[in-house]
Each structure stands twice: as structure tokens, then as C-alpha cells.
């Protein structure tokens, strides 16, 4: 089932996991993987509620985590692009073949709108160690996928200098930015600026949209080279 190790960990510093157990949502027809899949979550995160769910549209039902598996990319699409910002939940996909990704699901990945994608042959430990991962606001995604990723990136800045200005940032974007440079986590953002964890985490992805970074240790390199 869970037989291989071929995917890394993306370099993004995970923040503290809420009071809040929550639930985590496997989208998926049950089937004898899926089943297995799930009582491996119930075992691992006793805390939280696991349910397969074979109907789920664009309501979060107090969702944590979303895991797709075999769900047609342009309904994932059709789905994550018509949620609320204010119930954005960590949300990743499990394929078949990471060589073989979709390239609407590359697309979101790079826009910020999936948090992680799973292999369905990955070693059982490291799938659970990812799952944990992306419920503490971190991203997975295979290391397959973020070579293509950084090739694509240098083949555009070969073409053209991409510029990263940190102007183009909303006060509270900045603000926020200020507070990762200092390694705050997003809990403790949430509290002092009277926010919830999950507008810090929209306003963050927003930041690495702007700065055409993909993780907050390039956005505090960024903020700083431009001598904030």
C-alpha cells in the first residue's frame, strides 16, 4: 500500500496545531485503500475525527484538513476556488504518480491554493508525518514536483528579472511579514493583531504571491534584502 519513500518535506516552518481538534475529510468513493487509508488517521490522531466523504462540496463542516484522492482535478478546482477565504482549511491531494501530476493541480499548487500533494506509495510513517505536517499549517509537496517547479522558475527569470517588491504589500500584509521575520508563528500573529488563524494564513499566502516566494524563510530573505 504505503510502500516507498519518494517525496521531501517543502521548507516551511509549521505553526502551533489549535486548541481545536477538528476533523480531517477524506474526499474520495470508499473503497478498501480509502478505508485502510482512514483508520490509519483515526489511529495516528486519536483526537480528531476522521470521515469519508464521498459528496463534499465548497462547505469546510469544521474541517481541519482536506485530503482529495481520485477526484477530478476540475472539480478540486471548481471546489477550493469557490470557498470563503474566511473558512480556508489546509487542503492536499493524493495521486497515483507524482511524475505524473495534473498540470491544473501544479497550477494550484504554485497559486497557493492546495497546501500539499500525497502519493499513494509513499512509506505509511512519512504519510502520516506529512498529514501532521499540513494540520500544523505546514505544505508538502513531491520532490518531483518541486524540481519542475524550480525549473520553470529559472527558465522565466532567464528570460526576465523577476521583480520582488515589497510595496506591493497591504499594511496588514506588512505587518504581518515584520512578525514572521521575527519567527513568530501564526498563533501568536492571530492573537496580537486580533485576527483568526485563518485570515494570518490567507494574508501569508497572499505575501508569497506577491513576492513570488513559496515559503516564509524566502519572504523574510526578501523583505530583508530590500532593507526593511
Sequence with gaps: MFVSETALLDPVCPTDRSDDPGRIVIVARP??????????????FQDREVVVDDHRDTGDGGANLILYYRRDPVEIARIERARHPAFRVSVAVIVDDAS??????EGMARERQIDGILQVNMHLGVLLTSVDLLLKGGEYFPSALLHRRECKHEERATGSEITMDCSQLTARETDILQLLCKGTQNKLIAHRLHLSENTVKTHI???????????????VMSYRREGR
Design 100 to 105: 505524473g501530476i495534473h498540470p491544473l493541480l
Design 205 to 219: 499566502r497572499s505575501i508569497y504571491r506577491k513576492l513570488h516566494v513559496t515559503n516564509r524563510t524566502a519572504a
Design 31 to 44: 473503497d478498501c485503500l480509502v478505508e485502510c487509508l482512514a483508520e490509519a488517521l483515526r489511529r495516528r
